[in-house]
Antibody
Framework: QVQLVQSGSELKKPGASVKVSCKASGYTFTSYAMNWVRQAPGQGLEWMGWINTNTGNPTYAQGFTGRFVFSLDTSVSTAYLQISSLKAEDTAMYYC??????????WGQGTLVTVSS | EIVLTQSPGTLSLSPGERATLSCRASQSVSSSYLAWYQQKPGQAPRLLIHGASSRATGIPDRFSGSGSGTDFTLTISRLEPEDFAVYYCQQFGSSPWTFGQGTKVEIK
């Protein structure tokens, strides 16, 4: 069965960096694009962008350029989200989600990133 | 950017009642590119409907989607206790993909 398993919660200080992992199983990793979605506490869903799992080419939504980096390690079927120069407003749940014909059909369980001094 | 506006913000209903949720787009969205998701507290979103009206695998037939152009609707014919959650619409026909702000369906 398809599963996306994300790394655990992170507590970081402002200015630090964090790398969230999303390990896929149950399907051919390179056959589906991987998307990232942010959800701030008590708020709605915000699409961050996606990465082509064949080419490694990322696409970032406006507001997620510069400090946000999507990457892959296809040898272990894992996608990564790295956020640098963390700010308090980056505190959120981050989800990876597989894209199939446009829709996000499988989601990871989410990784809570908390930025606090 | 296509803005999706969901209404109402909160829907207070009893189990067994019918729920009608609206998603209005600021520009026309192809029906093929409109989806609905359900999110329960502490859980990741789950795909319910794609292509505006096609149920995802394993989704009960009490959930139905309809609409075209700028107006889309998610209907839950008879609310079950497990249906009380937040529902989001999403368009992926035009980048950036966008979500509505969500409709919370709560127990009355």
């Amino acid at each position: 069965q398809v599963q996306l398993v994300q790394s655990g919660s992170e507590l970081k200080k402002p200015g630090a960096s964090v790398k969230v992992s999303c390990k896929a199983s149950g399907y051919t990793f390179t056959s589906y694009a991987m998307n990232w979605v942010r959800q701030a506490p008590g708020q709605g869903l915000e699409w961050m962008g996606w990465i082509n799992t064949n080419t490694g080419n990322p696409t970032y939504a406006q507001g997620f350029t510069g400090r946000f980096v999507f990457s892959l390690d296809t040898s272990v079927s894992t996608a990564y989200l790295q956020i640098s120069s963390l700010k308090a407003e980056d505190t959120a749940m981050y989800y990876c989600a597989r894209r199939a014909q446009g829709v996000l059909d499988y989601w990871g369980q989410g990784t809570l990133v908390t930025v606090s001094s | 950017e296509i803005v999706l506006t969901q209404s109402p913000g909160t829907l207070s209903l009893s189990p067994g009642e019918r729920a009608t949720l609206s998603c209005r787009a600021s520009q026309s969205v192809s029906s093929s590119y409109l989806a609905w998701y359900q999110q329960k507290p502490g859980q990741a979103p789950r795909l319910l409907i794609h292509g505006a009206s096609s149920r995802a695998t394993g989704i009960p037939d009490r959930f139905s989607g309809s609409g075209s152009g700028t107006d889309f609707t998610l209907t839950i014919s008879r609310l079950e206790p497990e249906d009380f959650a937040v529902y989001y619409c999403q368009q992926f026909g035009s980048s950036p993909w966008t979500f509505g702000q969500g409709t919370k369906v709560e127990i009355k």
